[in-house]
């Protein structure tokens, strides 16, 4: 390398100097960082980064290598890409190239040998010897990572060793290529491992010595009689799979290492379970490896025997072969489904593949011939590299990803394209077989149309296409009834039953009747007609999968709609002849079909025919296992009697539930609806039949308006208008009913699962004595097999700790010791209490054995001793206050008794003097004589007592101290103390004492010296001082101080709020019925994945100070919040005032302190992994001795490195496997790879979480350009594995590289997400969880300590059975973290909090109908892996896609129950804008779920009382919410019918008209929902429940102060706005709602963006229709019931309108209202365009807004002219209504079209003379202007003059004309394609913008009015955040004040 500037200046032109970050998207180059640049590699040069991570980690020790290791990399990075082709290489070959150039001449001259070729040699010499030599001769128990990783280095030296010696012409030492040789043989071996090193030198490692490890490992490597093929190369320790990747061409390296783990972990984890006492050998028990196939082979088996295929799991006879068998085929499956990508939402069709791939394997393994070829059978695919993903997954990803690009052209139809499901359940049909094994090219799966679908196509397009099979997502509001109809068909025929009742004299006796009886029997026709609705429903949703729907299936649908079809006719006529002489349509009927005799029986037979279905389904209820069974089957009798009932499906088969959950779910249902109908009848529908009957008869016949019916007899608009509401309440009510019965029903339950039994401090105080025994019960293993632990109320009631004999004592305290302190110690961590606090919380570690006294936490027995001291010393000899205090106060005697016992004990343990000793033991004789006598108040002087006490605390003040010169002070104490027993205490009786110290006290005068003397402890050996101190002695002296010390009350610890909730609710939850515990090592193993993108994973510094506009930070913010935290923290890191730039150290814990304050990756990778840590504690309990136990587990955590070398095989090694063996936690940061290469600060951070947490993986798709052929690039993606490479030398001090290394790498066959992000991210990382359960954890979650010891009690639910079946998912309650960041977000939280507590406690049991919503539930893994995964992901369907994880496990015959005794932390949002975002998106998610086969299936699979369970708690609630929304509007769009007609006006002689109080109900009913009432019930009885009822109702009543209901309504209409607008027209999507401290003001044109068709549009409307409603309504004028049915209305407007700037900060301050105003006529003048975002330009977000008509279909958008036609009503009404119109004639409403017709003409005649005029001919333009303004003026003056027109006309014709233009828009926007033909859309855009503007001023009129008042802006702030932040800001405020001031001043 001697001519570097050539080589230099060959390799490229030099590049000039410039800035080092060099930025091109996502491959941006920063080799400024010296540790980063190895990572901010393009990923077409992948291959170069471990040459400069080398460069980097050797650069400290050898700069000149480094420079050579570099300089190697460029070269290979020109060999790679020689044209620098790839994304950012040329950037980065630039980059590098100056660096070297650089570092040329100082590496050079710093060059200890003569050339560079040497100098590497002797480098690599060294680092040989120092790091691998070392390493392995030092011990056989070497830290494993440490020398993987010297390997790694060392091979890439050699690499480069090699090159530099070949350009330098210089042979390399002999004893180098030796050592080289051994290095490139041990890097094949020491490969980065995940949980187990698996390679033949990890015997010594902890994990690989457990014994079900090696029993596992030592199976699979049996390859016994295996057929390889012929130019295998075999390998060391090979087994099954490689046999079957040899076989079948899966991914070598990767795919199966991983499934290999994955598999052992698995196998080792059930054998240990089911055999817990297995020794040192290693044979694999059957048992587990059945359990393992039964749960595998589940699905599978099931699908072979629906398809009536023999499933191809074929065994041997041979014994010693089958255990070699069932692991092949469990590995063939694991590898499939680990290959798949996104073939895992697909798990037929994975079932398709294995049942070819296993009958192809058992082929080989038999020896089969193929008859076509005559040789062997050999795979179909297989034998070459990546032949399964090349030839199998990769055509069937395409066909999903082809699909996929079509659901981007057809976002609201779903019809046009096949989604994840249509795909998968192609597989359903025995079809699919014609599919063929080679799989046929041509076949209608995979066939893509590239035609359109047009009609002359259609037929050759379907036909070769496979379409839509079972299910076509039709968008439609039908789907409602569709999915439901047995539950609307009963409603229907309730509501009739009801009418009858009550038109025919209301009593319920007239049942009896004949003629009403006869009259209620018309109910079967009505049930008839419904059955043909849904016949012709089914037929209609279904016509698109005509051509492609099984022969049965549409034979089904078409015999159904004929019968249905025959019942509507025959049972009217059979009808008609029941009666003698009928009426109306009966009449007609009879006439039809001739007039003969009445024949009853024919219509009692046609309804005992026609019920007979119906009455076999209600016996198959009641006998819920025999439907089981009959659904299950798949015989063909069987099949053939259920095809009737229901389509064949695979899912959805045997879902009913045991006998007694279906007898509580239905008297749940069964009380609700009696309450329901009752309610209904005599409080809706009775009162309302009279005054329909007096409408009816007395016609009215002058009208207001011209009518078109004028000689109508019965008023039937009027009856319309007056029964609508009504009837819609009756169909909503049973929303409201559910919420009541459910709140009652919910709350009973939690109260039965003891909920809220410790909730206060005080309460947790006085059950303390009995916690340690249920931390015993609950949290440790039972000792022996037999002992069957008593559980419930009783037994605990029953044992207290404090009776327990003193064996059990011992141990049971040490456990409950360490288990306590770790939670305490947690606490301390997360900052929750201070120091002092800790200390009084704190159990010692190590027990005392001397005391032989419990000792209880010192917030126990705090201040116990002062008072005790106080009440003796005025006792008086008397005892009775002090006997009754001991009796009453079980801890003041215990602390009396510890503290005597101490005492004692440190008195005996420091005297060592003979004399000294016999003193002491005659006084203590003295006193326990006295003790056991009673008589120590009676017969001492405890008036000297506080002077004892008073002494010994200095005593134990020096003892803690523990320092030399000390010696004589405490000499004195105890000569003092001697002094004052003696003396004071015992009152000179001393009689006792004399002999023992040779009369020093009474010797007679002279006859000794006072040299002589000897003075007792005085002599060097009579007190042992200074001590030996230990850990435990400094823990006891401690604990003694602050037993003595502590004069106040500890009552009040913890302080914090959180810290009280979480230790009340553990302590609480010990004393629920849970499993017992299994020992760590017999747990089910389980897993946690969390899915991320690009959310906060830790705050910079940065984003903690930056200030808003209001100058508050986020950092201050988190102060004013959290200020015991924030002190608890400075005291905790030795805080000062100022931070300093150089403390970086103090920089990350205040970065730290804020992410766990925020929903950040931080906190929720904290939270999880507490699980690890809780199971190393619990393995520590397990396996840990008498005596280790004794000592404690912070010993054993305690022990460093070198001693952890020696000691491989001890405690905690061990306890650290157990856990990893058990516990796996992936985070999936999907976007980590490209965040990586472009050096963002998001894969620092991640990066910096791996080196924290050690056993943390993450999972990332990897983007990497490969060269195919010489110039193309191709992507190619990996989902990838990565885990910190730890490694650490203690010998050097050189800076250590904690950069991630890659564990595995899988190749996907293209872009993993196809579908919706979250469950493809999921999908993608889930082959890397482990374990039998796994934990769905959202990115905004948290999780703590003492809740993670629970988990193993958790995962044994899995094992017990929940009814009929065993549980699929485990649900588990959440604590809402996020509800003091501010009003609203407390709002939300307790909403959020009811929900996952009491709802789902109800919908678990008994309702049976929980699913998962995305929350921490723990899924069964192996049932999940082999039915889908944890997720569905088509597009936009599965908008919602968690809980289609529940709706497909409940499908598949998986059963989800809720456990209340563990909970999860979760964030919520915090600000307006996001939780409106959220809800949104939830609505949006809704209308999916509506539309969805899901639904359906439940909807109609389940029995009925189930299936209304499912309906209100799923759709229905938005359906009902929607319908509240709806009533308002029929309300009052029948109340402005009938004041406009004139109507009301002629009924209004009736008075019972006038008092309508059924309406009245109604709208009280309606108002419950819109004021949030159906939130607030669950709410206060959780609330109530766990707080207590006083703290309920004061939470409500400041909720309602702080304006919830305004919140609650406002919410309202989000919801109903995006649940109907997704069912109409589609065009849901993801709305990232972001998870940051809303602390900003959202300025006026957002707000505006954000809720102007949601909420103001509808809002004006309603406030325009109660306007009218004043002015020309006549029956309510009079009376408070107007004010108390319109009140709701107003409220909804007036909320609609303005909650969004009432919910704003800092909405009413003056500057902001500025500012917002001139920001808003911006964006509402800005021309829109390419390019310009919504936010910037009305005209960009005007069409962005439209967009949902642009995908929405034809009936959506006859919908949508039809609903918008309601808006020329006000026109039609109110111009007959003017002073200028006296004519009734329809002239009068042809005139006024007239006048909007010229008006508009106007308008655009200005818009085009505005456009050709205004610049050439300028002042023709004006005159123009100016005549149109003449013109206007002159007819307004003769409309006044002339024709009487007052201003009362003006207002009516604004309120007449603007609601017509509006519609008028509305049309035209539905109608684009037309409007822009003709060439109106520019006036369509001008006539918008007008009407923006106007609703624009008419909302920030009363703001502006609002600010001018100081007070406003003050209220608001105090009512939107909590008060310490109100004051706070109003400080800081001040402050800033003061500060500007000042600094001008200085300059002045």
């Known amino acids: ?85 790839g994304r950012g290489v040329r950037q980065f070959k630039t980059a590098l190239l100056q660096r070297l150039e650089r570092e040329n001449e100082p590496t050079l001259r710093g060059r200890a040998q003569k050339s560079d070729a040497r100098e590497i040699q002797t480098f690599y010499h060294h680092y040989y010897k120092k790091y691998i030599q070392a390493l392995q001769n030092a011990s056989d128990q070497v830290d494993r990572a440490q020398l993987t990783k010297a390997y790694q280095t060392a091979a890439v030296l050699f690499e480069v060793l090699k090159a530099v010696t070949q350009q330098h012409a210089v042979e390399v030492d002999h004893e180098i290529l030796e050592a080289a040789d051994k290095v490139k043989e041990k890097t094949k071996i020491y490969l980065p491992f995940n949980i187990l090193p698996l390679d033949p030198d990890s015997g010594n490692q902890a994990v690989m010595r457990f014994p079900e490890i090696q029993a596992a490992a030592s199976a699979l490597r049996n390859t016994r009689g295996l057929p ?44 240990i379970r089911k055999n817990p006492k297995t020794d040192q050998q290693s044979k694999l028990d059957d048992n587990a490896l059945n359990h393992v196939m039964k749960k595998l082979f589940k699905n599978y088996k099931k699908w072979c025997k629906y398809l009536g295929r023999k499933s191809s799991l074929w065994l041997p006879t041979i014994q010693q072969e089958m255990q070699q068998r069932k692991l092949l085929y469990m590995g063939l499956y694991l590898l499939i489904w680990g290959e798949a990508a996104n073939l895992r939402f697909m798990p037929e069709c994975i079932c398709y593949i294995y049942h070819h791939m296993a009958f192809e394997m058992y082929g080989m393994l038999a020896g089969n011939v193929s008859a076509l070829t005559g040789e062997y059978v050999k795979p179909a695919y297989g034998g070459e590299k990546e032949a399964f993903l090349r030839k199998v997954v990769t055509p069937i990803y395409h066909t999903i990803a082809k699909e996929a690009e079509r659901s981007q052209r057809e976002k609201g139809n779903h019809s046009e394209w096949r989604n994840y499901d249509d795909l998968n359940e192609y597989f359903w049909s025995a079809d699919c077989f014609r599919l063929g094994w080679p799989m046929r090219a041509d076949a209608d799966f995979f066939y893509q149309s590239s035609n359109l679908p047009d009609e002359r196509n259609e037929s050759t397009r379907t036909r070769k296409q496979k379409g839509k099979v079972n299910f076509v997502e039709l ?543 005085q002599p060097s050996g009579a007190i042992k001082f200074p001590l030996q101190v230990t850990d435990a002695w400094l823990e006891k002296i401690k604990r003694l101080e602050l037993l003595l010390t502590v004069k106040e009350s500890a009552m009040d610890v913890p302080s914090n709020l959180e810290a009280r909730r979480r230790l009340t609710f553990f302590t609480n939850s010990l004393f629920m019925d849970m499993p017992d515990a299994p020992k760590v090592r017999n747990m089910l193993s389980f897993s946690a994945l969390t899915p991320y ?100 587990y912070k010993a054993a955590e305690s022990v460093n490195d070198e001693q952890w070398k020696i000691q491989q095989r001890s405690l905690f090694p061990q306890c650290e496997a157990v856990a990893d063996m058990k516990f796996t936690y992936v985070v999936s940061c999907q976007q980590y790879g490209n965040d ?130 065993h549980p699929s998912i485990l649900g588990v309650r959440e604590h809402i973290f996020t509800g003091s960041v501010s009003s609203l977000a407390w709002f939300m939280s307790n909403q959020e909090h009811s929900f996952v507590t009491i709802g789902q406690r109800l919908l678990a049991n008994p309702l049976k109908v929980r699913f998962h919503y995305g929350h921490p539930d723990v899924f069964d893994r192996l049932f999940h892996l082999t039915r889908g995964g944890v997720s569905k992901a088509s597009k936009t369907i599965n908008l919602s896609e968690d809980i289609f994880a529940g709706y497909n496990s409940t499908l ?233 049915v319109t009140f709701s209305m107003w409220f909804l407007v007036l909320t609609w309108l303005f909650a969004p700037f009432l919910f704003n900060p800092s909405g009413f301050e003056w500057a902001k209202i500025v500012d917002d105003w001139s920001d808003w006529n911006k964006w509402i003048s800005n021309r829109g365009g390419i390019g310009v975002s919504p936010d910037k330009s009305w005209e960009s977000w005007w069409e962005v807004e439209q967009e949902h008509l642009k995908y929405s279909g034809t009936i959506g958008l006859f919908f949508e002219i039809v609903l918008a036609l309601r808006f020329f009503i006000y026109q039609y009404g109110l111009v007959y209504h003017l002073n200028i119109t006296s004519d009734k004639s329809i002239l009068v409403y042809l005139i006024s079209w007239l006048v909007i017709l010229v008006v508009l003409l106007v308008m655009k005649t200005v818009s085009v003379g505005r456009r050709r005029f205004s610049a050439d001919f300028q002042l023709f333009f004006r005159l123009i202007k100016f005549l149109i303004f003449v013109c206007f003026t002159a007819i307004l003056i003769v409309s006044i003059v002339i024709l009487h027109m007052t201003l009362r006309d003006i207002f009516v014709c604004f309120l007449a004309f603007l609601p017509t233009g509006w519609g008028i828009l509305l049309i035209a926007q539905a109608c684009k394609p037309l409007a822009r033909w003709i060439g109106l859309w520019g006036s369509v855009r001008a006539l918008a913008r007008a009407y923006e503007i106007i609703m624009g001023v008419l909302l920030f009129t009363p703001i502006t009015i609002l600010a001018w008042f100081p007070f406003v802006s003050e209220f608001q702030t105090r009512m939107l955040f909590n008060q310490a932040f109100s004051r706070g800001l109003q400080i800081s405020r001040i402050l800033g004040g003061q500060k500007k001031e000042r600094s001008s001043r200085n300059k002045d």
């Not at 190393?1176 to 397990?1182: G, T």
Request: charged share 25%; proline share 3%.
């Open 1093 to 1192: 993108y690009n959310e906060p994973v830790l705050f910079s510094i940065k984003e903690l100070e930056e200030e808003n506009e209001d100058g508050v930070s986020t950092l201050f913010y988190l102060q004013k919040i959290y200020p015991d935290e924030w002190k608890n923290f400075q005291e905790r890191v030795g805080w000062e005032e100022e931070l300093k730039d150089s403390d970086e150290e103090l920089k990350e814990e205040l970065r730290l302190w804020a992410s766990y304050r925020g929903q950040t990756l931080t906190r929720t990778v904290r939270g999880m992994m507490y699980y690890r840590k809780a199971l190393i504690l619990e393995a520590f309990l397990d396996m840990a001795k008498h005596e280790d136990l004794m000592e404690g």
């Open 228 to 271: 390889w093929p012929k130019n295998y190369e075999h390998k060391v320790n090979e087994d099954l799979l490689d046999w079957l990747q040899a076989m079948f061409g899966f991914q070598e390296r990767d795919n199966v290492s991983n499934q290999r783990e994955h598999l052992i972990l698995l196998l080792a984890n059930i054998h």
């Open 475 to 1017: 968008r439609s509001f039908w789907h409602i009834f569709r999915s439901f109809d047995r539950m609307w068909s009963f409603f229907i025929l309730a509501l009739q039953v009801m009418i009858i009742l009550a038109w025919n004299g209301g009593s319920l006796a007239n049942v009896f009747d004949p003629v009403v009886f006869k009259k209620i029997l018309s109910i079967f026709i009505t049930s008839a007609i419904l059955n043909l609705g849904q016949a012709m429903l089914d037929i209609i949703f279904n016509w698109k999968a005509r051509r492609t729907m099984e022969f049965s299936v549409k034979l089904r649908y078409v015999l159904k709609f004929i019968l249905a079809a025959l019942w509507v006719v025959l049972l009217p006529v059979t009808y008609a002849y029941t009666w003698e002489n009928p009426t109306g349509i009966i009449r007609a009927i009879k006439n039809w079909f001739g007039n003969g005799r009445n024949h009853p029986s024919l219509f009692v037979l046609s309804v005992v025919i026609y019920l007979s279905p119906s009455m076999l389904s209600a016996i198959l209820f009641l006998l819920p296992f025999l439907r089981r069974k009959l659904e299950s089957s798949d015989f063909k009798l069987v099949r053939l009697i259920m095809w009737w009932s229901q389509p064949r499906l695979f899912v959805g088969r045997g879902m009913h539930e045991s006998a007694f959950s279906l007898f509580m779910y239905t008297m749940f249902w069964v009380a609700l609806i009696l309450t329901k109908f009752a309610f209904s009848y005599y409080v809706e529908i009775k009162p309302l039949v009279d005054p329909t009957k007096d409408i009816m008869k007395s016609p009215i016949h002058t009208f207001r308006w011209h009518e078109f019916f004028p000689r109508e007899k019965s008023n039937i608009g009027v009856v319309i208008a007056l029964w609508a509401p009504i009837i819609l309440v009756y169909f909503m009510d049973t929303q409201i009913w559910y919420t009541i019965f459910s709140t009652l029903l919910g709350g009973i339950y939690g109260a039965f699962q003891r909920l809220g039994e410790i909730r206060t401090l005080g309460m947790l105080r006085s059950r303390f004595d009995s916690i340690p025994l249920a931390f015993n019960a609950c949290l440790i293993p039972v000792e022996t097999s037999d002992a069957k632990r008593k559980k419930g109320l009783k037994s605990y009631l029953q044992s207290r700790f404090k009776e327990m004999k003193h064996a059990d004592k011992e141990k049971i305290a040490a456990r409950f010791a360490q288990m306590w302190n770790e939670i305490i110690t947690s606490f301390r961590e997360e900052d929750l209490i201070d120091n002092r606090e800790k200390e009084l919380l704190l159990v010692p570690y190590v027990a005392d054995q001397a005391l032989e006294v419990i000792q209880w936490p010192p917030f126990l027995l705090a201040s116990k001793i002062p008072i005790a001291v106080d009440m003796a010393k005025d006792s008086n000899g008397k005892d009775r206050d002090l006997k009754k205090r001991l009796e009453n106060d079980y801890y003041f005697s215990c602390a009396i008794e510890e503290c005597y016992a101490s005492f004692k004990n440190i008195i005996k343990d420091l005297v060592q003097g003979e004399q000294e000793k016999s003193v002491i033991n005659k006084i203590f004789e003295e006193v326990e004589k006295y003790i056991s006598e009673d008589k120590v108040i009676t017969d001492l002087n405890m008036r000297a007592l506080p002077d004892l006490y008073n002494k010994f605390v200095e005593l134990v003040k020096y003892l803690k101290e523990n320092d030399d010169k000390d010696r004589s002070a405490v000499i004195k104490i105890f000569q003092d103390m001697l002094e004052v027993v003696t003396r004071d205490i015992f009152e000179d009786q001393l009689s006792i004492l004399e002999s023992s110290h040779g009369g020093s006290y009474r010797r007679p005068e002279g006859t000794t010296t006072w040299d002589q003397e000897y003075q007792l402890f």
């Open 1452 to 1684: 598949r015959g998986g059963n989800v129950t809720h456990h209340e005794y563990m909970q999860v932390g979760k964030g919520r949002d915090v600000g307006l804008n996001q939780i409106s975002k959220f809800e949104a998106k939830v609505a949006n998610g809704n209308g999916e779920q509506t539309l969805s086969r899901d639904i359906y299936r439940l909807g109609h699979r389940f029995d009925f009382f189930r299936m209304l369970s499912c309906y209100f708690t799923t759709v229905g609630f938005y359906f009902s919410t929607l319908l509240t929304v709806v009533t308002v509007y029929v309300f009052l769009y029948g109340r402005l019918y009938l004041a406009l007609s004139g109507l009301e006006e002629g009924l209004s002689t009736q008075r019972r008209f006038i008092h309508n109080h059924p309406l009245q109900v109604a709208l009280a009913s309606q108002s419950l929902v819109q004021l949030g009432f159906l939130m607030a019930l669950p709410m206060m009885m959780e609330i109530g429940l766990e707080k207590g009822f006083g703290k309920a109702l004061s939470e409500f009543i400041m909720m309602n102060l702080q304006l919830a209901a305004v919140f609650f309504t406002f919410s309202l209409g989000t919801k109903t706005h995006y649940y109907g607008r997704m069912l109409l027209h589609g065009g849901a999507e993801y709305r990232g709602t972001g998870r940051s401290f809303v602390v900003f003001h959202a300025k006026f044109a957002e707000n505006y963006r954000l809720y102007s068709r949601s909420h103001f549009i509808k809002g004006i409307e309603l406030m325009i229709l109660l306007i009218i409603y004043q002015l020309f309504g006549q029956s309510y004028r009079s009376t408070i019931a107007y004010i108390f």
């Open 1 to 85: 390398m001697t001519s570097l500037s050539r080589t230099l200046s060959r390799a490229g032109p030099m590049q000039p100097q410039g800035s080092r970050r060099i930025l091109r998207t996502q491959t941006a180059v920063n080799l400024g960082e010296p540790i980063f640049d190895s990572e901010v590699v393009p990923s077409s040069l992948v291959e170069i980064a471990p040459i400069l991570r080398v460069a980097n980690e050797v650069e400290a020790s050898n700069p000149r290598v480094a420079y050579l290791c570099r300089f190697y990399a460029f070269e290979k990075a020109h060999r790679l890409d020689p044209t620098s082709s």
């Open 1236 to 1365: 990586k290469r472009a050096a963002l600060s998001r894969a620092q951070d991640i990066l910096q979480l791996m080196r924290t947490h050690s056993s943390l993986r993450v999972a990332y798709i990897d983007e990497v350009e490969d060269r195919v052929g010489d110039k193309k690039m191709e992507t190619a993606y990996y989902s990838t594995l990565v885990k910190v490479a730890l490694t650490k030398d203690s010998e050097s001090a050189d800076p250590v590289q904690n950069l991630d290394q890659v564990i595995y790498r899988i190749k996907l066959p293209g872009p993993a997400l196809l579908g919706e992000g979250k469950p493809e991210n999921q999908n993608h990382a889930i082959i890397f969880t482990r374990g039998e359960g796994l934990q769905t954890i959202d990115m905004n979650q948290d999780n703590y300590m003492e809740e993670a010891l629970k988990m193993r009690n958790l995962l044994q639910e899995f094992l017990t059975e929940h009814g009929v079946r």
